[in-house]
């Protein structure tokens, strides 16, 4: 099958209007008649659900947790982004849309992307009505911050709280539909797999997961908005649920999986401590606004902070190694999240990690306390402040921007970070690769859609600060909603899905084996014994930085371990009761697959881009010394993967991407 | 450190659960609470037994999916915290801890220490929003200016993550914390205002028909909040439901 991507004729700044006075509407009375299925309740499904059920159409949304509210979005921590210039610092869309296609190093596709910029802006409009308690100024208006690789503050955040708050807000418009009756909530339940009749997806089984019942729900149309995949590597910021189940499923019947192996690792993490531990947190990106990011300049000092005799305080400032300001003095510590993770792993990997690992460097405040200090003490008419009194001053302005993450950070570390500088390290974080979708949002599964981090479409190989929340609400609130209407303006005389047909009795079977082998299997090792060994494999050779042979190995390791998985794994319990265990079989069952194909495509694209850094592919000499190499001329398009069985056997089909409206360059933030 | 474990064990919601001992050994201090529940679960699957089932998700203190009622007190001795951001340094070699789950009748028990909070969803639909439609029609954003200080503590309710602890932790199983938060919210907010009276009047009557207790100002729920959500809520939402009252 050719990919079409279906992306509409004419200027790019006209596309999207132009395309939605065309497409095809649902009449209200219809809409009363026609069901969707939506899968996941994060910032994509929730505003996706909750539209879809102010336009009209029965909407049945699924999570995995107790409460929709609780989706892994509600952790996003630093903001969002919008086109909106209250700042008058020369923002617009174009701006936001050339920010976008060029911090994905130029692997998304434009009209998606320009399209995500022009809605960027009522998103906040939107979240505003429905009481989202934005940050302001004294004024009374709109606060905004600055994110990595952009050169203007169009962040609108909520303290360090934006993904919460911004979830609540769809989550409450969930609510008010759900009391309505529009929204019928499935809460604890997973999609297990996706049910196609006559070449469309017209349905889901699911199991509940308080009492193990299976369970066929019916639709016209399946959404699925299910999140992202970087649990495959067992530590990452995402949540221990969080899985790629949903979106591996509709792979497998007949949905292409691209770009897999564009991931991002976010540079500024909490560095792990051990062996036991179960997953990685995030520092937001939003810091590096105020934080500046240094190792010790001199050999010595890194083994004395090691061994505990010296602390970061004691070095003086040219004993410091600023080196994202050094190496990027343009950007300085806001270079996007691939660039500053691979400073900070070029740096530990020459010795210079500060702690016990090895594995992390210094974020440091102290000139942000002093600079905010400061401007309070002028803005309070002290005159001639001591050094104290002005670290006091600055400290209560940190504290009041960022107050709860620095609280997360003291809880976790056992470290107060207003005294010591933090300290960080890179960790998987998001994942750009998805779900390949056409400009509908649509699959290539007639009527499935898959929306979200879950999808492929507009981050490229990297993406943004802040631009995920963006893309979330963009795709549930303002872009499905119109697109889905298109093909569901075909079903206003379909009827009812009966659930009592062959299709359904297939795909319940499939189910139904899948658990009854777990539960019975007489392996002897757990779950978490695969993961981790999956993990382990994904990190040291498909992490952030990667070569032909380490992929060639972690292909055939992982081939191995999934093998082994399948005869050797135990679950305790059984399938009709509340089984976490078997939950999480099932997941990893599907990581260790999709583990596979993501070591294949890094294989296959042999150039670095984004997040996704080939050895065999920097630049060797010249001002851009050790930068990822780029290479339009073979690359310049989007792999999606056909499934044919087993991994290693999937077809590769190119969707070729066009550059129009921005000149192809070489992403420099020197 | 070695340490004891009492735990809740509870097939299902129609059996009847008991205490069981655990010992579990070489746990570090730099752990998480859940870190040191996945060593014991880890353990018992090794050993042919069934896990301790529990809820938790993100392990970063903002789902508010992790929910268990450590040595007497929701999420464990550490303050302003969730169980997922407990580490171990808070206990020494040779404890026993006691871990139960969440205690009300609103919440009934699914499974050991997993609760159903789906009371908690039922309040949220009986008028936890602005009735605004999603299609982005709105006026601009700006176009509403609000004080910093009421944005300010709009936004301190508006943390409030939906756990539970404040039910668990007081006498009566009050659920008015929580209503209070999600009420006061809104009612700072100009946006929030036109449906304000109706708003408090059927949360309240939602969340009493879900069989919370009522308040007595004992102040467990703030102490024990992982949010810090403020007892003020309360007396804001007993405000807003007076005058929601005698408007009629």
């Known amino acids: 099958m050719a990919l079409d991507s279906k992306v509409p004729k004419g200027p790019i700044k006209d596309k999207w209007t132009d395309y939605k006075n065309k497409i095809d509407l649902v009449n209200p009375a219809n809409k009363r008649h026609i069901d969707v299925i939506v899968v996941g309740t994060g910032l994509a499904g929730g505003s996706a659900a909750a539209t879809l059920a102010e336009l009209g159409y029965n909407v049945k949304a699924f999570a995995y947790q107790d409460s929709p509210r609780r989706a892994h979005s509600i952790a996003a921590q630093g903001g969002i982004n919008a086109a909106k210039n209250y700042q008058g610092d020369g923002d617009s869309t174009y701006r936001l849309f050339y920010d976008t296609v060029k911090g994905g190093d130029y692997r998304s596709r434009e009209a998606n992307v320009y399209r995500l910029a022009e809605v960027s802006a009522n998103i906040i409009d939107q979240c505003v009505a429905q009481g989202v308690p934005f940050a302001r100024d004294y004024g009374g208006l709109l606060d905004n911050r600055s994110f990595g690789g952009v050169l203007v503050s169009r962040t609108f955040y909520a303290k360090g709280q934006t993904g919460q708050q911004l979830l609540l807000g769809a989550y409450s418009a969930m609510n008010r539909q759900i009391a309505r009756g529009k929204i019928e909530m499935f809460n604890r339940h997973e999609m297990l797999d996706v049910v196609i009749v006559d070449g469309k997806a017209r349905g889901i089984i699911a199991r509940n997961l308080i009492t193990g019942e299976i369970e066929r729900h019916s639709a016209h149309a399946v959404v699925v908005g299910s999140g992202g995949y970087g649990n495959v590597y067992f530590l990452s910021t995402n949540a221990m649920g969080s899985n790629a189940t949903a979106a591996w499923k509709i792979h497998k019947k007949g949905a292409y999986f691209a770009n897999p192996c564009y991931t991002q690792i976010h540079p500024t993490c909490i560095p792990r401590s051990g062996d036991y531990q179960s997953k990685l947190t995030l520092m937001s990106e939003s810091l590096r606004n105020d934080g500046r990011i240094w190792v010790p300049k001199n050999m010595e000092d890194v083994m004395a902070i090691r061994e505990g005799r010296k602390k970061p305080t004691d070095l003086s400032e040219d004993e410091r190694d600023y080196y994202l300001e050094r190496r990027y003095p343009a950007f300085g510590n806001l270079v996007p999240r691939d660039v500053a993770s691979r400073a900070a792993k070029e740096r530990c990997d020459a010795g210079y990690g500060v702690n016990a690992t090895g594995e992390a460097v210094y974020l440091d405040f102290a000139s942000a306390f002093e600079r905010y200090g400061k401007e309070q003490a002028k803005i309070h008419n002290i005159k001639n402040p001591t050094a104290e009194k002005i670290y006091e001053l600055g400290q209560a302005i940190v504290e009041a921007k960022y107050g709860n993450l620095f609280q997360m950070y003291e809880k976790i570390v056992d470290q107060n970070p207003y005294k010591t500088p933090m300290m960080i390290y890179p960790a998987v974080h998001y994942t750009m690769g998805g779900v390949w979708v056409d400009y509908n949002l649509m699959t290539t599964i007639p009527g499935c859609y898959c929306i979200g981090e879950a999808n492929f479409s507009d981050h490229g190989a990297n993406r943004l600060g802040a631009s995920a929340l963006m893309q979330g609400l963009a795709d549930g609130y303002f872009v499905l909603p119109y697109t889905i209407g298109d093909y569901l303006a075909d079903d206003i005389r379909t009827g009812k899905i009966p659930t009592d047909t062959k299709e359904f009795d297939d795909a319940e079977k499939e189910v139904t084996e899948r658990i009854n082998f777990f539960v019975n299997n007489k392996g002897t090792k757990s779950v978490d014994y695969f993961h981790k060994k999956l993990g382990k494999i994904m990190w040291d050779k498909v992490g952030m930085s990667r070569n032909a042979q380490g992929l060639t190995e972690a292909m055939s390791e992982i081939k191995a371990i999934r093998e082994e998985f399948w005869k050797d794994i135990y679950i305790p319990g059984t399938a009709d009761e509340m089984n976490p265990e078997l939950e999480k079989a099932g997941r990893v069952a599907d990581f260790l697959e999709l583990g596979e194909l993501f070591a294949k495509d890094a294989l296959m694209r042999s150039e670095s881009c984004g997040g996704h850094f080939r050895e065999e592919s920097a630049e060797l000499d010249g001002p851009q010394k050790g930068e990822a190499k780029r290479n339009d001329e073979d690359f310049a398009f989007v792999a999606a993967w056909e499934y044919k069985g087993e991994p290693a056997d999937a077809v590769l089909h190119k969707e070729e991407l066009e550059f129009k409206d921005i000149e192809l360059k070489q992403r420099s933030y020197k | ?248």
């Open chain 2, 1 to 248: 450190m070695n340490l004891t474990l009492k735990i809740w064990r509870q097939k299902d919601s129609k059996a009847k659960g008991q205490m069981v001992d655990y010992k579990v050994t070489e746990i570090s201090e730099h752990m998480s609470f859940l870190e040191m529940m996945d060593v014991l679960n880890e353990q018992l699957v090794n050993s042919g037994e069934e896990p301790v089932a529990f809820d938790h998700d993100c392990r970063e203190g903002i789902c508010g999916m992790c929910s268990m009622y450590i040595n007497g007190e929701a999420h464990g001795p550490d303050r302003g915290i969730t169980t997922c951001q407990l580490h171990m340094r808070m206990f020494n070699d040779g404890d026993t801890i006691t871990i139960e789950p969440f205690r009300a009748a609103a919440f009934p028990v699914i499974k050991d220490l997993v609760v159903d909070r789906m009371a908690f969803e039922r309040i949220q639909q009986a008028g936890g929003y602005i009735s605004v439609n999603t299609s982005g029609n709105t006026q601009d954003a700006n176009n509403i200016p609000i004080s910093k200080h009421a944005a300010d503590e709009a936004m301190d309710a508006a943390t409030c993550i939906g756990c539970g602890a404040c039910v668990a932790s007081c006498k009566n199983s009050s659920a008015m914390l929580f209503v209070g938060a999600k009420v006061s919210q809104y009612a700072l907010l100009p946006q929030g205002q036109v449906e304000a009276a109706d708003r408090v009047q059927n949360m309240v009557a939602q969340m009493d028909l879900e069989g919370f207790g009522n308040c007595t100002n004992t102040g467990a729920c703030e102490v024990e909040c992982p949010k810090g959500i403020s007892l003020e809520n309360i007396a804001r939402m007993n405000r807003e439901y007076l005058s929601a009252s005698l408007k009629g």
